[in-house]
């Protein structure tokens, strides 16, 4: 079971529509979660990050957690073709103690 | 967040050389560290770059293959060795500031071996 899963895509969503990206990690004493974003060609810039359990919301982006299922996801409201990128979720803490990067979603948003 | 710069930001090299990537940031930070990012690939640690001291190397990444130096809290160099076309990669810096765990990544060094 590799540490951190997403499913690579490619997700395809309408413009304005809300895409939604997932991520689950196998590490239950994880501790940190990390959203990023990587354009072709680019390096990852990070999104977001959340530590607790629940909802945290920046502009069109929410993130959630729930550290019982082992789960994270990004939602992305209103999604515009400039969203269209690879996403990275990172899991950081537990018995690593390091960053462990998921293989990215490649998300498409169609005009 | 710190404004990280590297250099080069690309190079094609020939088998058996070597190349130095630099890392350069802004302020000082307390960690940094080395990422390899395959073609159509995510992200592998390579090593964190301690100040004043050697190396942390991941598992299957060794000094004599990628020796790293960091003399000061704002600069890191990476030397990719002998290489070979297998290591066509980019390779990228990131810096943590400690306040938090969060990595800031720089622009990446795309790197072609012949």
């Known amino acids: 079971q590799k540490e951190v899963e997403q499913n690579s895509g490619p997700l395809s969503v309408p413009e304005g529509a809300i895409a939604s990206l997932n991520c689950t990690y196998s590490?239950?004493?994880?501790?940190?979660f990390f959203w990023y974003r990587q354009y072709s060609g680019k390096s990852p810039e990070l999104i977001m990050f959340?530590?607790?359990?629940g909802d945290k919301e920046d502009g069109r982006f929410t993130a959630q957690l729930n550290k019982a299922s082992q789960y994270v996801s990004l939602l992305i409201r209103d999604s515009q073709p400039s969203d269209s990128a690879t996403y990275l979720c990172?899991?950081?803490?537990?018995?690593?103690?390091?960053?462990?990067f998921g293989t990215g979603t490649l998300l498409a948003v169609q005009p | 967040s710190a404004v990280i710069s590297q250099k080069p930001s690309r190079d094609i090299c020939q088998r058996g050389t070597s190349l130095t990537i630099q890392c350069q940031v802004d302020?000082?930070?307390?960690?940094m560290f080395w990422y390899r990012q395959q073609p159509g690939q995510s992200l592998t640690l390579i090593a964190t770059?301690?100040?004043?001291?050697?190396?942390?190397?991941e598992s299957g990444f060794v000094i004599d293959k990628f020796p790293i130096s960091r003399p000061n809290l704002t600069f890191s160099t990476l030397t990719v060795s002998n290489m070979s076309p297998e290591d066509s990669s980019i390779y990228l810096c990131?810096?943590?500031?400690?306040?938090?765990?969060?990595?800031?990544f720089g622009p990446g060094t795309r790197l072609t071996v012949l």
């Open positions: 770059a301690n100040q004043g001291s050697e190396a942390t190397y």
């Open positions: 959340i530590y607790s359990n």
């Open positions: 590490d239950r004493g994880s501790q940190s």
């Open positions: 990172a899991v950081y803490g537990g018995a690593t103690n390091k960053l462990i």
């Open positions: 990131s810096v943590s500031t400690g306040a938090t765990d969060t990595q800031y």
């Open positions: 302020s000082q930070v307390t960690m």
